[in-house]
T-cell receptor, first 113, second 114 residues
Framework: AQSVTQLGSHVSVSEGALVLLRCNYSSSVPPYLFWYVQYPNQGLQLLLK??????LVKGINGFEAEFKKSETSFHLTKPSAHMSDAAEYFCAVSHTGGFKTIFGAGTRLFVKA | NAGVTQTPKFQVLKTGQSMTLQCAQD?????MYWYRQDPGMGLRLIYY???????DKGEVPNGYNVSRLNKREFSLRLESAAPSQTSVYFC?????????????FGSGTQLSVL
C-alpha cells in the first residue's frame, strides 16, 4: 500500500526566507507524486506533480520539488517566502492499481513579516 | 466557468438527521470523488465514481451513501448523522482515471453535527 508522511504539521518562516516542506512516501512501484495548496476557506489546488519525466519539478508561484528515490522523498521548496504563501500544503501520491489519490496530513505554513 | 460547485457551503445538523451534499461539475470530467478533511489527518477518500453509473468505496465509507446521478453530478448522503461526521467535505473531479491526473476541487462544505 502507498502512503505519504509529511514532517511537521506547522512550519513558520520569515518573509524572504527559504521555505522547505518535507514529504516522504512509501510505494512498492514508481509513484506519481503531487503537492497541493489550500488557501483559507478554499478547496485544494495543484502546485506541481512528478510523473517521472524529470526529478526536479517546477510548479506555480515559484515552488519546486525534487524527487529523490534513494531517500523516498519529495520535499517542496521556495527560495524566498512571501506573505501570500501562507496556506496549508498537502503532499499526495496516486494509489497503485487505480486512480485514487492518497493525501498526507498537511503542513500549515506561516510567514512572518 | 464554475468548475466544481458544492452546496451547501455550511450546514448544522442534529444527531440522527439526514442530509445530502451536492456536487456538480461543468468540466466534462469522467471521475468524481468525495473526501473529508479533518485536522491532522489530511483528506480521506469516502467514495469515488470512475464514470457515470459506477461508484466505489474509498477509505472511510461507513455512514455514507453516494449517487452518480449523471456525468455532471455526484451526491453524498448522510442517512443518520453522527458527531463523528463533523468535518469539511470536498468534492473533486479528474478528467479520467490515469494515476498521474490532477484533481480539481470544489470549495467545500463545512458540516457540524451536534
Amino acid at each position: 500500500a502507498q502512503s505519504v508522511t509529511q514532517l511537521g504539521s506547522h512550519v513558520s518562516v520569515s518573509e524572504g526566507a527559504l521555505v522547505l516542506l518535507r514529504c516522504n512516501y512509501s510505494s512498492s512501484v514508481p509513484p506519481y507524486l503531487f503537492w497541493y495548496v489550500q488557501y483559507p476557506n478554499q478547496g485544494l489546488q495543484l502546485l506541481l506533480k512528478y510523473t517521472s519525466a524529470a526529478t526536479l519539478v517546477k510548479g506555480i508561484n515559484g515552488f519546486e520539488a525534487e524527487f529523490k528515490k534513494s531517500e523516498t522523498s519529495f520535499h517542496l521548496t521556495k527560495p524566498s517566502a512571501h506573505m501570500s504563501d501562507a496556506a496549508e500544503y498537502f503532499c499526495a501520491v496516486s494509489h497503485t492499481g487505480g486512480f485514487k489519490t492518497i493525501f498526507g496530513a498537511g503542513t500549515r505554513l506561516f510567514v512572518k513579516a | 466557468n464554475a468548475g466544481v460547485t458544492q452546496t451547501p457551503k455550511f450546514q448544522v445538523l442534529k444527531t440522527g438527521q439526514s442530509m445530502t451534499l451536492q456536487c456538480a461539475q461543468d468540466m466534462n470530467h469522467n471521475s468524481m470523488y468525495w473526501y473529508r478533511q479533518d485536522p491532522g489527518m489530511g483528506l480521506r477518500l469516502i467514495y469515488y465514481s470512475a464514470s457515470e453509473g459506477t461508484t466505489d468505496k474509498g477509505e472511510v465509507p461507513n455512514g455514507y451513501n453516494v449517487s452518480r446521478l449523471n456525468k455532471r453530478e455526484f451526491s453524498l448522503r448522510l442517512e443518520s448523522a453522527a458527531p463523528s461526521q463533523t468535518s469539511v467535505y470536498f468534492c473533486a473531479t479528474a478528467i479520467g482515471t490515469a494515476t498521474n491526473e490532477k484533481l480539481f476541487f470544489g470549495s467545500g462544505t463545512q458540516l457540524s453535527v451536534l
